[in-house]
């Protein structure tokens, strides 16, 4: 993220740049600018920058694109459109959308950056199922030669590379020794592969960890001595862990890594909570983490990190969540794709060691080890994972250890037949992000969530109950303590409540037995009441109010 100084300075480079710069544009867009146009400059953007070294391109509306470029002032979207466009891009390229959109007041006018990601390598950006690029200033199809030049980017298997030197002798005894269990395991019943009578070079040729009795970088990577790391200089084989919390700690693990990721989740505080479900006298117990969730987590993290680009994977623990990052984008499709479609991947970015990983049970190669994570969670109560592309070269994964609203993990308990995709976006909620319309009333229709789009929250939670019970509890009144806190709530997130707000949220939580006027006039007593005990104030008129919290 950049500050506005930053982007001002940038903006006052970029303009005294030359006009022919493939992974710059300028445009004056002064009202607007046509989608399907501005996804074609997205791709040609995103994949000029890739050819040329950059790690992102930009367009920039407000400004003529030519010399001397004045600002000239865009008024292209309002902030919400310019919110959602992120997501609206994302869905006609190959997954790939916007790092980032700022917009900046300047004093001759509005400019809109929006900051393009380069194509991944391997992978060109297109639009809409079309390649884009640029020839100077000039926009078109991406040249045959250029597409097959990304395409081929990291072509070249790292982890497959022979080990100059190295043999079986530098390989840890006791990670052989668990491997070969592994994989007997995971095969056991099979004839042909039972390998109890293979002496250790049959083995790793059969598991793909030699090639024709030559260790493998991949090998060193999953079973070398610790001291046996320098084969793989200059890139740093390392899991770094640190613990960011009240409590500083911190320790880097290297080969072997199938022993290591055991040691990391060993150091990644597990502790039992308990969670009381509404209608239910015993409490549900839980750990903070899933242990398969977190295993699977990091050996995606091995099997997808780019090594040749000399970085480590770094894991946060945070309070209330795990932080797992690796360099390296998305190399073959999206979440999305792997969580709701059931994608089976095409490709991967290190083949020999992911096919070896496969034999010895750590990661799936059939793209369901993503989606068992959301489904762990779901079933766990918890929220759920979330992806993040922090930039064309890293990926964050983040798994929550604690519950962020309750009303969510009781909707869960209480709907545990809940298709995936609802559950998703009732998450989003929870979490405050982007919930499309479609989704919103999905989520309504259901009576998952209350509020007016987009200030949407998820909804309280009365479990399933009949005959007189729900007679009882439709006709009860809550304590005027309950109504306050929900307001109280609502002004803390939305900064403020007008009168019709506060109806459409308490409205349905009175007794049914109150007549319409009767509901009115108790909402009004109970404004009135919170006013004169000094919880809200009306900073607009007495026609149209506008309550916000007291100020102190």
Excluded at 153 to 179: F, M, P
Excluded at 335 to 345: C, G, N
Aim: hydrophobic share 35%; proline share 5%.
């Amino acid at each position: 993220m950049y500050s506005e100084k930053q982007l001002t300075e940038k903006l006052d480079q970029y303009r005294q740049m030359p006009s022919e710069i493939e992974w710059l544009e300028f445009k004056e867009a002064k009202n607007d600018f046509h989608f399907n146009d501005l996804g074609k400059y997205f791709s040609a953007i995103s994949n000029e920058a890739n050819l040329k070294g950059q790690q992102f391109g930009w367009l920039i509306f407000g400004i003529q694109d030519k010399p001397p470029r004045k600002i000239v002032g865009t008024r292209y979207r309002n902030t919400a459109g310019i919110i959602h466009l992120k997501h609206e891009i994302s869905q006609r390229t190959n997954g790939l959308t916007f790092q980032e959109i700022y917009e900046l007041d300047l004093p001759l006018g509005r400019v809109v950056m929006f900051q393009i990601p380069a194509a991944p390598a391997g992978i060109p950006t297109s639009w809409e199922g079309h390649y884009y690029g640029r020839d100077g200033e000039s926009l078109g199809p991406l040249s045959i030669q250029e597409i097959e030049f990304i395409r081929h980017q990291g072509a070249l298997d790292w982890s497959a590379e022979v080990c100059s030197g190295a043999t079986i002798s530098d390989l840890d005894e006791e990670a052989l020794k668990i491997a070969k269990a592994k994989f007997q395991n995971k095969h056991k019943g099979s004839r042909e592969l039972n390998s109890a009578g293979w002496d250790d070079p049959t083995f790793l040729d059969k598991i793909k960890l030699t090639k024709a009795g030559k260790i493998t970088k991949a090998a060193i990577l999953l079973l070398g001595k610790p001291e046996s790391s320098h084969y793989l200089n200059p890139h740093p084989a390392q899991i770094s862990w640190k613990r960011d919390t009240e409590e500083q700690a911190y320790a880097h693990f290297g080969p072997p890594f199938l022993l290591s990721v055991e040691e990391v989740f060993k150091h990644i505080r597990n502790i039992k909570f308990r969670f009381q479900p509404a209608n239910q006298l015993i409490p549900i117990e839980l750990s903070k983490y899933e242990p398969t969730i977190i295993l699977e987590a990091v050996n995606n993290c091995i099997a997808h990190q780019d090594y040749s680009q000399c970085a480590r994977i770094i894991i946060t623990e945070k309070i209330d969540r795990l932080i797992l990052q690796n360099i390296g984008g998305f190399y073959d499709g999206t979440v999305d794709e792997y969580v709701l479609e059931d994608r089976t991947p095409e490709k991967y970015r290190n083949p020999l060691l992911v096919q070896a990983m496969v034999n010895l049970d750590m990661i799936d190669t059939m793209g369901m080890g993503i989606k068992r994570m959301f489904q762990e969670q779901r079933k766990r109560f918890f929220p759920l994972p979330e992806y993040e592309l922090v930039d064309t070269n890293h990926v964050r994964l983040i798994i929550y250890g604690r519950l962020i609203n309750e009303n969510y993990s009781r909707i869960l308990i209480e709907n545990q037949d809940l298709p995936l995709a609802v559950v998703i976006a009732l998450d989003n909620v929870q979490k405050k992000r982007f919930v499309s319309k479609e989704d919103a009333e999905l989520l309504k229709k259901k009576k998952l969530v209350e509020g007016r789009y987009p200030n949407l929250f998820v909804a309280a939670s009365i479990a399933q109950i009949s005959g007189d019970q729900a007679k009882y509890i439709k006709n009860r009144a809550f304590d005027s303590d309950y109504y306050e806190q929900m307001i109280l709530k609502f002004i803390t997130t939305y900064d403020r409540a007008t009168r019709k707000d506060i109806e459409d949220l308490i409205k349905d939580k009175l007794p049914e037995i109150l007549t319409e006027k009767q509901k009115k006039r108790k909402i009004g007593n109970l404004i009135v009441k919170m006013k004169k005990n000094g919880l809200i104030e009306n900073r607009g008129t007495n026609k149209d109010p506008q309550w916000m919290l007291k100020s102190i």
